[in-house]
């Protein structure tokens, strides 16, 4: 069982930045891949960014060059760090890790980019 706790959403204007943040209740070495996906009301969940335990990283066309993706060992925490952002960046961001043949989910953040 693996808990993740995300956060760092919120308001921010066009060509802004953010940080997000999920913690994981275990060590991320011990995790094959995790990531990032984002919803939008009404949309299927879309993949943002993911990152494997051997540090290889893949983007979505639309936030490569903007969004990066890494990890710390130190609080177990991954990160997904968000620049340029622009309207339809706007989504619920999610967390998530693939331990085990399991993939466990955050609860989700808000961003919400708006002039």
């Known amino acids: 069982q693996v808990q993740l706790e995300d956060s760092g959403g919120g308001l921010v204007q066009p060509g802004g930045s953010l940080r997000l943040s999920c913690a994981a209740s275990?060590?991320?070495?011990?995790?094959?891949?995790m990531g990032w996906y984002r919803q939008t009301p009404g949309q299927e969940r879309e993949l943002v960014a993911t990152?494997?335990?051997?540090?290889?990283?893949n983007y979505t066309d639309a936030v490569r060059g903007r969004f990066a993706i890494y990890r710390t060992n130190i609080g177990n925490t991954m990160y997904l760090h968000m620049t340029g952002l622009k309207l339809e960046d706007s989504a619920v961001y999610y967390c998530f890790a693939r331990h085990g043949g399991t993939t466990y989910w955050g609860q989700g953040t808000q961003v919400t980019v708006n002039s």
């Open positions: 275990l060590s991320w070495s011990g995790i094959d891949i």
């Open positions: 990152a494997t335990n051997f540090g290889m990283t």
